[in-house]
């Protein structure tokens, strides 16, 4: 299945719900384009929504990297939410659940953009 992109607002969060492979190729650079979409319209809080990710390898993980150091760059921040399986697997083999705050409730994850917190699931 290719990756699906979708983009949604909730406050001054951004959430991009993700749906399907998260790989080398077309799909890992649409996900670093819409993040550089994104980041030209001047947002600063991304919540990656994961939850639909059904494979993810190095190219995604980069994919995802670069949308967050987009943020942390302008002082934004991106988070992940709920990811599963393999995605989840993959998240904790990098460590990059360490890194960057991933959460597995939708409305705690985007109250924690406003409470400035890094609330970690």
């Known amino acids: 299945m290719p990756l699906k992109i979708s983009l949604r607002q909730a406050s001054s969060v951004t959430i ?7 790989v080398i190729g077309p799909e890992a650079n649409a996900l670093k384009d819409k993040f550089d979409q994104i980041d030209r319209k001047g947002t600063e809080n ?9 494979q993810l390898d190095s190219s995604g993980i980069c994919s995802l990297l ?17 990811p599963g399986g393999h995605a989840r697997e993959v998240l904790e083999v990098m460590r990059l659940i360490e890194v960057i705050p991933t959460l597995d409730d939708e409305a705690l994850a985007v109250a924690s953009f406003h409470a400035g917190g890094a609330v970690a699931s």
Do not use: A
């Open 46 to 54: 991304i919540l990656v929504n994961l939850s639909n990710v059904t």
């Open 66 to 82: 670069h949308g967050y150091n987009l943020m942390k760059q302008k002082g934004g921040t991106l988070k992940l939410l709920h």
């Open 16 to 22: 991009v719900d993700l749906e399907g492979r998260l």
